[in-house]
């Protein structure tokens, strides 16, 4: 709460002088008689001495009033985030050899949800230097033998992170593999329909003279990127990795390629006789991981452990800044009204008294 208008609170200096003069005013008798000494021996009445408290609800009044006229209000503090920043899609490979066991800060976890974990802080951010992507467009992409959209190029983050949540590495063998020229194909496809589609929006709004509430209509995408996330070679899929890298670099996508894996990785597996942990085998193709990073202006980085994952993330992280422009603005609503009508309600009273309980005669 505060005042529109504090200097109005001055007033109440005044207040002394209105209770000097009263007290000190000397009005002529309605009455008068040749001697005093016999009514002062008269005794006063209850009523008597409480007419003053009609001077104090004058008093009252005015104090209220000068509150009303230097206008209380609250405000509330309303922040616009400015909707320039990164379009990214996060491509994650979840074919049969991600469920291969990583530590992960104490926990033995398979390496697909290592990714997760680690991509989720990336997303919403974490206390460890994390700071969040609140301001970019983020899509997932997942892909074995064949490449999905999981979820769109969203702002909203908590819908994409619920996808993310729910995706689990491939059951059937029928959709084993690791097309990685695919999965980068799309994604890139995905960049560029979203780059046009937010285009042809805000010229639909600009000769339609409409507004809207939706935020993807208002976003200006600084710069597209991909950050693929794969164990393997590619072996599926109909698009050559390095071909669809060029068509990524040709509509200005950056890809940031992390290869994922470990000579001692295992997994674990369950038989009738006993838990027992497997090693498997190591098939990440890291010259074609280099190639395709190099050819869109990124960089590889390889992953060994779950620590080694959070620092590459933290350096693509840093790499692509997104510059948050907050504006706030304060909304007031007014509250003189209460303090009106509070003096209002006194003054009524007071009138009221001075012509009933405390009137004068004659």
């Keep these: 709460m505060e005042l529109y208008s504090p200097w109005i609170l001055l007033l109440f200096l005044i207040l002394p002088a209105l209770a000097f003069i009263k007290l000190r005013r000397h009005s002529s008798a309605a009455i008068k008689f040749p001697s005093l000494k016999d009514i002062l021996h008269c005794p006063v009445s209850l009523r008597q001495k409480l007419r003053p408290i009609l001077n104090i609800a004058r008093f009252v009044c005015i104090a209220l009033l000068i509150i009303a006229i230097a206008r209380p209000r ?137 507004d809207t509430d939706k935020p993807e209509a208002d976003f200006i995408i600084k710069s597209k990127v991909i950050i693929l996330l794969t164990d393997g070679m590619n072996n599926a899929g109909e698009y050559d990795p390095i071909a669809a890298a060029e068509l990524a670099e040709k509509w200005g996508i950056k890809i940031y390629s992390i290869g994922i894996g470990s000579a001692q990785a295992y997994t674990t597996i369950q038989t009738p006789l006993g838990t ?58 007014e509250h003189f009204g209460p303090w009106t009508f509070a003096a209002l309600i006194v003054l009524g009273l007071e009138i009221l008294a001075g012509c009933t309980i405390f009137r004068k005669i004659p």
């Design 276 to 333: 027992y942990k497997m090693p498997t085998g190591q098939n990440l193709d890291e010259g074609l991981l280099k190639a395709i990073a190099e050819k869109t202006g990124g960089f590889y980085g390889r992953a060994d452990s779950a620590e080694t994952l959070v620092e590459i993330v933290e350096k693509i992280n840093k790499l692509e800044k997104t510059e948050v422009k907050s504006i706030q603005y304060a909304q007031y609503s």
């Design 74 to 210: 609250k405000g509330t503090i309303l922040s616009e985030i400015s909707t320039e920043g990164v379009a990214i899609e996060v491509v994650a490979d979840r074919s049969g050899s991600m469920q291969a066991e990583m530590d992960y800060f104490g926990q033995e976890l398979n390496r697909f949800e290592v990714v997760k974990k680690v991509f989720a802080d990336f997303i919403e951010g974490n206390k460890k230097g994390l700071t969040g992507r609140s301001g970019d467009l983020i899509g997932l992409i997942t892909f074995a033998r064949f490449a999905d959209t999981t979820c769109p190029l969203v702002l909203s983050h908590n819908v994409l992170l619920e996808f993310l949540k729910k995706t689990d590495i491939v059951r059937l063998r029928s959709e084993d593999g690791t097309a990685i020229g695919d999965a980068i194909a799309l994604a890139a496809a995905r960049l560029k329909k979203a780059e046009e589609e937010i285009q042809q929006r805000k010229v639909k709004l600009l000769e339609s003279g409409e």
